[in-house]
């Protein structure tokens, strides 16, 4: 496993952003809107990812909201960032053992394998190898 990213959904993506970048500095990168992108019709200006670089170690992935409603707690999903394709699915295939596949593990568009998985004790994970 290269790292652990918390990946926080909010309702103003773009504000969270300048929020946590005055409180703990760093560099904003990576940032997409859902403009221009079939699945995400309808929710253009909305960020769909984006990336606060606080330093080499620490990395907060942010994402506007789009189909949950928002509720304490079910707002932050731990990414993992895998080192190849036998690390993922057995990660994946682990997690989801007694717990909910919420996306099968697939090839995406951004040129990873990417899957989704509520683990026994209701914790989601989203999990990624890039190709």
Known sequence: MKKIIPH???????EALDFYKQIFGGEIKNAQLADGIDMFKGHEGKYIHAELHIDEANVLYLVDDFHKELVKGNNIVL?????NEQEIVRVYNELASNGTITMELQDTFWNAKYGKVKDKYAIEWELNVSK
């Open 79 to 83: 990414s993992l960032d895998l080192e």
């Open 8 to 14: 926080i959904t909010v309702e103003n993506c773009r």
